[in-house]
């Protein structure tokens, strides 16, 4: 993994716990606004993100890669429960191992049989999938 540090806490109102030395789990809390910031371990210090920097969100096994324009924090929450959690129009899941945030998003280009490649303003794209690229197209129409 090419993250900083696994995360044990993201949220505010999550509690860690940790089953074993080497299975980190948490404990989601839902209080049902819309995320403002996530706090995630970083070396040995516990940081916040605000939600508006994230460029993206990409599955990493059973953990999340939180993307921002300057570094990679590696979360130990599933994809689909912190893509929920976020709860905003702007994140948009665009292929089972992404969400982007379309608020970072350059341009999106034509890829292949109907496929985006979207290209973000601090760099790097992900490539959509079919039914991901056809939903960023009826935002678009």
């Known amino acids: 993994m090419t993250a900083s540090s696994l995360s044990v806490s993201i949220f505010p109102e999550i509690r ?4 074993g030395k080497d299975e980190p789990s948490v404990d989601v809390r839902d209080d049902g606004q819309p995320l403002e910031r996530l706090f ?5 210090t516990i940081v916040p ?4 920097e994230i460029v993206r969100l990409e599955a990493d096994g059973d953990y999340s890669a939180v993307i921002t324009a300057t570094r ?6 599933p994809l689909g429960t912190l893509h929920d959690r976020i709860r905003r129009a702007d994140f948009v899941r665009v292929h089972r191992q992404h969400v982007v945030n379309l608020a970072h998003v350059a341009r999106l280009l034509p890829h292949d049989a109907g496929r985006f490649l979207i290209e973000f303003r601090s760099g790097g794209s992900v490539v959509a999938s079919r039914a991901g690229s056809q939903a960023l197209r009826a935002m678009v129409e």
């Open 16 to 19: 860690p716990q940790v089953r």
């Open 40 to 44: 995630v371990r970083d070396r040995g």
């Open 49 to 52: 993100v605000l939600v508006s």
């Open 72 to 77: 990679r924090l590696l979360v130990a929450v």
